[in-house]
């Protein structure tokens, strides 16, 4: 049924959006002492990211401008620049903390590429995406890296053609719908969901995938290798 497995990373194969809430709250508390009780912090900041997707895209880059810029706003510029580094040192940590892999995963990629042509697809800035596939101990597993501005069809579609896939023979293992699912049956795809318990306020899907037998969900990644497997049979 496939000749190619594409993985998402970030939440399918190593913690991310634990490492956002973290920072997330610390900007809240920051800010709680400038605010009227009642003032949603958490709110503004991701209307803020939300407002700056299209220009500055997805990463922690972009969330470290799009908090500078919330917390200017929520405070009416009164804020102290001793606050606005605290969110800036926030930044630098979160970019540079290391990659915490999820357990397993090492063994799921190494059964899947051993049968299947395996790839790694991920959004996100280049410079901190490429550091984290580099520094996961992860990368030897895949045959090619494909780091990208954007998850939707016709991504995937320059993606797949780029490297001579076809889409009816290429399966994507993702935690996101949105990104990972739904673009792919889009073009033809299979999708593997593999949800996992946070998920980013952006990146939740409008719809489930229509009635579709080109889509699975399963509790863990750890059943990927084996669904793979059957779908030979
Ligand atoms: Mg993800």
């Known amino acids: 049924m496939f000749d190619v497995v594409a993985f998402d990373a970030d939440d399918t194969l190593w913690f991310s959006e634990d490492s956002f809430r973290k920072y ?7 800010l709680s002492p400038y605010v009227s009780e009642g003032t949603d912090i958490k709110a503004a900041l991701v209307a803020t990211e939300r407002s700056n997707i299209e220009a500055y895209g997805y990463g922690v ?37 290391p990659v915490r892999v999820f357990d397993g995963v090492a063994d799921v990629l190494s059964r ?24 996961s101990g992860l990368s030897h ?39 990972d699912i739904l ?23 409008e719809a489930p995938p229509a009635n579709t037998d080109r889509f699975v969900e399963l509790p863990t990644i750890s059943q990927v290798p084996e669904w793979l497997v059957q779908q030979r049979a």
């Open 61 to 97: 880059k972009s969330f470290g401008l799009s908090a500078m810029e919330a917390a200017i706003t929520l405070t009416n510029g009164k804020i102290l620049a001793s606050d606005l580094q605290h969110i800036l040192r926030g930044v630098r940590e979160h970019l540079t903390e």
């Open 24 to 30: 997330e709250n610390q900007f809240v508390d920051v």
């Open 112 to 135: 899947v590429s051993s049968q299947f042509r395996t790839i790694l697809i991920t959004k996100g800035d280049l410079a901190h995406q490429t550091r984290k596939v580099e520094t």
């Open 141 to 179: 597993h895949f045959d090619h890296v494909e780091i990208v501005l954007e998850k939707d069809p016709t991504t995937y579609s320059h993606v797949l053609k780029s490297l001579d896939i076809n889409p009816q023979r290429f399966c994507m293992v993702g935690n996101s719908l949105k990104s």
């Open 183 to 205: 673009p792919v049956l889009a073009i033809g795809g299979f999708g593997v969901y593999v949800p996992y318990e946070i998920l980013w306020e952006l990146d939740h899907a």
